[in-house]
């Protein structure tokens, strides 16, 4: 199985909203719901963003949000703040019984 | 305050072998199923594998890239994980982490452990 496909950089201006796209197959994020997304700053632990496609973890500010159509989940970023400048990464539960990650984005604030 | 801390990494050479463990305080460990996820430097996250807890059969996955090498065990009475890695390989250099699902999830990791392979 490859890794879910994201878009290696997405840049923005503070305040706009970027969009992160994580395309699978059928095999992971087109059937089931079990995708999340993780933010990871440079050296430090991954963070948990959203899970179940759409739920934000505890305390994570509601500018971050995540949607899914078919074989693609997205993570949209709104209002950006230069925090938010880190990789963001997308994973999902496969009908293998594994998870896939994402190949990672690097987000960019402008 | 949940914790998870690896430790057992090192340098290793190629074939060779490593056990990477992972002790958990501040959550029911027993009733946690537990990943391994790793980072080669300047690389993405690779989900490496998992353990159910023993209460939902104790039955593990694994990536393909590491099925057959690598196995993944608990011991309950000690609240600590396991990666025994075999056969490894240039490839498998990376930082490893543990860490747990909640609520759909990897909420909570550890600092990560550092497996070098070289010659």
């Known amino acids: 199985q490859s890794a879910l496909t994201q878009p290696a950089s997405v840049s923005g201006s503070p305040g706009q909203s970027i969009t992160i796209s994580c395309t699978g197959t059928s095999s992971d994020v087109g059937v089931y719901n079990y995708v999340s997304w993780y933010q990871q700053h440079p050296g430090k632990v991954p963070k948990l963003m959203i899970y179940d496609v759409s739920y934000r973890s505890l305390g994570v500010s509601n500018r971050f949000s995540g949607s899914k159509s078919g074989n693609t989940a997205s993570l949209t970023i709104s209002g950006l703040q230069a925090e938010d400048e880190a990789d963001y990464y997308c994973i999902s539960y496969t009908t293998s019984s594994t998870y896939l990650f994402g190949t990672g984005t690097k987000v960019t604030v402008l | 305050e949940v914790q998870l801390v690896e430790s057992g990494g090192g340098l290793v050479k190629p074939g060779g072998s490593l056990r990477l463990s992972c002790a958990a305080s501040?959550?029911?460990?027993?009733?946690?199923?537990m990943n391994w996820v790793r980072q080669a430097p300047g690389q993405g996250l690779e989900w490496v594998g998992r353990?159910?807890?023993?209460?939902?059969?104790?039955?593990?996955d694994y990536a393909a890239p590491v099925k057959g090498r690598f196995t993944i065990s608990r011991d309950d009475s000690k609240n600590t994980l396991y990666l025994q890695m075999d056969g490894l390989k240039t490839e498998d250099t990376a930082l490893y982490y543990c860490?747990?699902?909640?609520?759909?999830?990897?909420?909570?990791w550890g600092r990560g452990t550092l497996v070098t392979v070289s010659s």
């Open positions: 860490t747990t699902i909640q609520s759909g999830g990897f909420v909570y």
């Open positions: 353990i159910r807890s023993i209460t939902d059969s104790g039955t593990t």
């Open positions: 501040g959550l029911t460990f027993s009733n946690a199923w």
